[in-house]
């Protein structure tokens, strides 16, 4: 089939400094081709200044999360038969929303990952090592409560389809909550205070209005707005039983 990609252009350092909208036409398309190879069949046969950010084409990386007629997808995961519309086969391919465009398809992504770093996305135990020399041990149950925040790869197409985060670029943003989802309910972790204090402050869990549409798009099944209605239960509970010090917030979080 023949297909047209209306791609949303920027160039800051070149001619034209507006954003602006660019169509292709692709010949002898199979249904079944992922919409990254035909970006690519688009950069190496016709426009080499097309810019994409990609690297392991098969939804594991995270790098190409871009907006698929007006949804945040994975281009490698999206066949061009499930986003062809029209008499012409159109389909319209824009950067994810809520970050600066640095050059086409291409967002900065620092500030989405200095969100991620606020919430101490790392394991803290500091107790010794046990004396058998093995790995601190955890139950099959306990592991399992957060078997699914464990599947995120930072692609930030939840924290970029969330109007919340349009908004309020201050406000954390919900792959930064499931990041820390994953280490506030892990048995073994000793850093869940400090990370549901964090949360708890302005731009934390509580910007979330659970508009949803988080959820549906995340390439990775995660069910993004339970783990957010987790992390806000467990900053009720640890309030309510005193657990949690809003004077605890460390400083840098307090703007
Ligand atoms: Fe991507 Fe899903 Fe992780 Fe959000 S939760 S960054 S959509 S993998
Ligand atoms: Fe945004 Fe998802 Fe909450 S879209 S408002 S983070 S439920
Ligand atoms: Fe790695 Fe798509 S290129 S997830």
Not at 133 to 158: H, K, M, P, V, W
Request: proline share 6%.
């Amino acid at each position: 089939m023949e297909i047209t990609f209306r791609i949303r252009r920027y160039n800051p350092e070149g001619g034209n400094k507006k954003p602006f909208w660019q169509e292709y036409t692709l010949k002898d398309v199979e249904e079944t081709n992922r919409v990254l190879e035909m970006l690519h069949r688009v950069k190496w046969e016709q426009d080499g200044t097309l810019s994409f950010r990609r690297s392991c084409s098969s939804g594991i990386c995270g790098s190409d999360a871009m907006r698929i007629n007006g949804r945040n997808m994975l281009a490698c995961k999206v066949l061009v038969r499930d986003v062809v519309r029209g008499p012409k086969n159109t389909i319209q391919v824009e950067p994810i929303l809520g970050l600066p465009v640095l050059k086409d398809l291409i967002v900065d992504m620092e500030p989405f990952f200095a969100h991620y770093r606020e919430v101490m996305p790392y394991f803290i135990n500091n107790d010794p090592l046990p004396a058998d020399g093995r790995e601190r041990l955890q139950s099959q149950e306990d592991r399992a409560i957060f078997d699914d925040t464990t599947n995120c790869i930072l692609c930030a197409a939840c924290t970029t389809s969330c109007p919340s985060f349009w908004a309020n670029g201050k406000y954390v943003g919900p792959a930064a909550i499931v990041q820390a989802h994953r280490f506030i309910f892990d048995s073994r972790d000793q850093g869940w205070k400090d990370r549901l204090s964090i949360l708890s402050e302005p731009n934390g869990v509580w910007r979330c209005r659970t508009i949803y549409n988080c959820t549906p798009a995340c390439p990775r099944h995660i069910e993004v707005t339970r783990a957010i209605g987790e992390v806000k239960l467990a900053i009720q509970r640890g309030k309510r039983e005193g657990i949690i010090d809003p004077e605890s917030i460390p400083a840098k979080f307090h703007e």
